[in-house]
Antibody
Framework: QVQLVESGGGVVQPGRSLRLSCGASGFIFSSYGMHWVRQAPGKGLEWVAVIWFDGINKFYADSVKGRFTISRDNSNNTLYLQMNSLRAEDTAVYFCARADGKGAVTRPLDYWGQGTPVTVSS | DIQMTQSPSSLSASVGDRVTITCRASQSISTYLHWYQQKPGKAPKLLIYAASNLQTGIPSRFGGSGTGTDFTLTISSLQPEDFATYYC?????????FGQGTKLEIK
């Protein structure tokens, strides 16, 4: 069965960096686009970034552009989110999610991980 | 960016009730509209994709309709496990955007 497991979250000071990972299993990882979506405490869902199945195309929310980098290692079935220059407003649970197809942006998000919490605080 | 507006923001209903949640897009998105259910402390779950298609494994009491800018999610007969928050999401263009959510509570 499809499984997505995030890791790497934690408490970090403003201005510091953190790298999140999302391990995938139960499907051909290299055939699917992947997203990061976050949810601040008590708030709704906010899309963060997407990467195409082959890692070539990437898009970011304006709120993280220039600070966050999405990447993937298809040989190890792992998705990453490198988060630099973290701010208090980046505090959230970060979910990885699979796009239902290679063309990542137009497709629904059919499987989600359980999320990893990130707290940015001094 | 395309703005997605859900109504109502919260809703109280009883088991067995028929419930409708509305999602409106700030511009036409054809049928690039999906619905998710989220329970507290859990990941969102895809219910409906492309406006009206039931995701595999989702009970048939869930239904979706609409095209263009106006969409609805209907639950035909509420079950205890349906009390949750529901989000719509457009995938017509980048960035994908979500509605603010509709919290469905027990009356």
């Amino acid at each position: 069965q499809v499984q997505l497991v995030e890791s790497g979250g934690g408490v970090v000071q403003p201005g510091r960096s953190l790298r999140l990972s999302c391990g995938a299993s139960g499907f051909i990882f290299s055939s699917y686009g992947m997203h990061w979506v976050r949810q601040a405490p008590g708030k709704g869902l906010e899309w963060v970034a997407v990467i195409w199945f082959d890692g070539i195309n990437k898009f970011y929310a304006d709120s993280v552009k220039g600070r966050f980098t999405i990447s993937r290692d298809n040989s190890n079935n792992t998705l990453y989110l490198q988060m630099n220059s973290l701010r208090a407003e980046d505090t959230a649970v970060y979910f990885c999610a699979r796009a239902d197809g290679k063309g990542a942006v137009t497709r629904p998000l059919d499987y989600w991980g359980q999320g990893t919490p990130v707290t940015v605080s001094s | 960016d395309i703005q997605m507006t859900q109504s109502p923001s919260s809703l109280s209903a009883s088991v067995g009730d028929r419930v409708t949640i509305t999602c409106r897009a700030s511009q036409s998105i054809s049928t690039y509209l999906h619905w998710y259910q989220q329970k507290p402390g859990k990941a969102p779950k895809l219910l409906i994709y492309a406006a009206s298609n039931l995701q595999t494994g989702i009970p048939s009491r869930f239904g979706g309709s609409g095209t263009g800018t106006d969409f609805t999610l209907t639950i035909s007969s509420l079950q205890p496990e349906d009390f949750a928050t529901y989000y719509c999401q457009q995938s017509y263009n980048t960035p994908p955007t979500f509605g603010q959510g509709t919290k469905l509570e027990i009356k």
